[in-house]
């Protein structure tokens, strides 16, 4: 995924001769649930011929709407999304969740603008496009040697809970303090009874820190307490079991955290830090090199005013 400092992913379909073949972006969409389908993303770096189609990407189908959570990577994942969808059902697209505004999740939303949906996010998602909006259009323009890549800004703001109901169907949508990013959003699909974390979980691949360690830690230790068996993460497989699939990412910050903290209190500069913390869990997770260096300066910045 993209985030202020890095631009990661991975990808799922295939990109051939400059347009997402149909079909292989249509089987790459599984039924984990009655009505839930999950676009699982590769791990993989986002490149031009993944065309950052790297996250984990679903749709609900109610008895009268579709939601989809999370659009995709860019136009074209989105597009791939969005044929996956008229392929196993005729109702409208009548929603859009951005479960946070890092690229690989939010890019592909601009290919649902002719289903005139209502774009959704966290209360803070705004102020991250602002901020952050244009650096990522730029960066994913670079990796894809295209341009015209365009973010949807949310018009339904979610600060506290919310919930949707696409006929027969609810979904439940919380916003988070300061976790993965600044605007986390979970949801729970209530009639699959399955909860949706976007990168509140990863699973398999290395987690990627753009907001507070600490505060992730703590969202996660309120999410574990939900009464629900599985989740689809943000990166990995299309579903896991929960909160069992928690239990990796929640030792991972929490090593973070310590070591870091340690460091901090013996002296330890941050370039040496970041090439010593965490190596015990290097053999645990894919692309670990790439994003370990980065996690722990985040980490590191962030406690230091502890």
Do not use: C
């Amino acid at each position: 995924m993209l985030t202020r400092r890095r631009l990661l992913g991975a990808a799922a379909g295939a990109w051939i001769a400059g347009a997402w073949r149909p079909a292989l972006a249509q089987s790459a969409v599984a039924e984990m649930a009655p009505g839930l389908f999950v676009r699982r993303g590769l791990d993989q770096d986002a490149t031009r011929a993944n065309r950052d189609a790297i996250a984990n990407l679903a749709f609900i189908v109610g008895k009268s709407a579709v939601a989809v959570i999370d659009p995709g990577g860019s136009r074209a994942d989105g597009e791939a999304l969005r044929l996956a969808i008229a392929a196993r059902t005729s109702l409208p697209v009548r929603w859009v969740v951005m479960t946070h505004g890092h690229p690989d999740h939010v890019f592909g939303a601009e290919a649902f603008v002719p289903d005139k949906p209502t774009f959704v996010g966290h209360a803070r998602l705004p102020e991250v496009f602002a901020s952050s909006g244009e650096y990522y259009r730029r960066a994913l323009e670079k990796i894809l040697g295209s341009t015209g890549e365009s973010l949807e800004p949310p018009g339904q703001l979610i600060d506290g809970q919310a919930e949707i109901d696409l006929g027969g169907r609810v979904l439940e949508l919380t916003a988070h303090p300061q976790a993965h990013s600044d605007a986390d959003l979970s949801v729970i699909d209530r009639g699959a009874q399955v909860l949706l974390a976007g990168d509140l979980l990863f699973v398999g691949r290395v987690p990627s820190l753009d907001g507070s360690v600490t505060g992730w830690i703590s969202v996660l230790d309120d999410l574990v307490k939900l009464p629900l068996t599985h989740a689809v993460p943000g990166h990995g497989p299309p579903l896991v079991d929960w909160p069992t699939a928690a239990k990796p990412l929640q030792r991972y910050l929490t090593s973070l955290r310590d070591e870091v903290r340690k460091a901090i209190a013996k002296g330890v500069p941050l370039e040496t830090a970041v090439k010593t913390i965490g190596r015990g869990e290097r053999g645990e997770w894919t692309l670990f090199d790439d994003y370990q260096g980065h996690n722990v300066t985040e980490a590191y910045r962030e406690l230091e005013w502890e």
